[in-house]
């Protein structure tokens, strides 16, 4: 690590990336380190509310599956429930017909917790929901694939130039060492 060509070849892979930073930097129309991380703050910012959408909506597709496979339970199983005699032989049919009364029970509860007293909404309807959802959290996804390369490229650039202002300030305080030592 001391010998000549390595320090050479450190020097000069520090200049390239020096060059490389400014010249990013440049482009981007960035003249400060404040500036720097402004951008940096507000892509995060702008990626983490982005991400917290999407799991938002995943979450909803989530409850909204739930409840379509709620709905489908009870309307399946209603008929069952609902028409068996009323008075003679009442129990001997809930006894045969038992886990549809199970099933149907733990489906209105679902259902009455989720809507109330209202009208059950379409199938249809709840599907087109969550298929909207499903493309905007995709969407959602997408762009934070696209834009997350750019952050880490600024976050990079902000790296560099802490290491090239800590090496500077590395220097300085051995200079100054170097000094002090020679004063005593």
């Given at each position: 690590?001391?010998?000549?060509?390595?320090?050479?070849?450190?020097?000069?892979?520090?200049?390239?990336?020096?060059a490389?930073?400014?010249?990013?930097?440049?482009?981007?129309?960035?003249?400060?380190?404040?500036?720097?991380?402004?951008?940096?703050?507000?892509?995060?910012?702008?990626?983490?509310?982005?991400?917290?959408?999407?799991?938002?909506?995943?979450?909803?597709?989530?409850?909204?599956?739930?409840?379509?496979?709620?709905?489908?339970?009870?309307?399946?199983?209603?008929?069952?429930?609902?028409?068996?005699?009323?008075?003679?032989?009442?129990?001997?049919?809930?006894?045969?017909?038992?886990?549809?009364?199970?099933?149907?029970?733990?489906?209105?509860?679902?259902?009455?917790?989720?809507?109330?007293?209202?009208?059950?909404?379409?199938?249809?309807?709840?599907?087109a929901?969550?298929?909207?959802?499903?493309?905007?959290?995709?969407?959602?996804?997408?762009?934070?694939?696209?834009?997350?390369?750019?952050?880490?490229?600024?976050?990079k650039?902000?790296?560099?130039?802490?290491?090239?202002?800590?090496?500077?300030?590395q220097?300085?305080?051995?200079?100054?060492?170097?000094?002090?030592?020679?004063?005593?």
């Amino acid at each position: 690590m001391q010998s000549k060509g390595y320090a050479n070849w450190a020097k000069v892979f520090n200049l390239k990336l020096v060059a490389e930073t400014v010249n990013y930097l440049s482009e981007n129309n960035i003249s400060d380190i404040s500036t720097l991380d402004a951008k940096i703050s507000e892509l995060s910012d702008k990626l983490y509310e982005k991400k917290e959408r999407s799991k938002a909506n995943e979450k909803r597709i989530k409850i909204l599956e739930e409840q379509i496979k709620d709905i489908e339970v009870y309307r399946k199983t209603k008929p069952v429930v609902e028409g068996g005699p009323k008075h003679f032989g009442k129990e001997k049919y809930r006894h045969e017909h038992e886990a549809e009364f199970i099933l149907y029970a733990a489906a209105e509860r679902s259902i009455k917790k989720a809507f109330g007293d209202k009208k059950l909404p379409l199938i249809k309807e709840l599907r087109a929901e969550q298929k909207k959802l499903r493309t905007e959290a995709d969407k959602l996804w997408a762009e934070i694939k696209n834009e997350r390369p750019q952050l880490d490229e600024l976050r990079k650039m902000k790296n560099n130039i802490d290491c090239f202002l800590n090496s500077d300030n590395q220097h300085d305080r051995s200079r100054d060492r170097k000094r002090y030592n020679e004063l005593e």
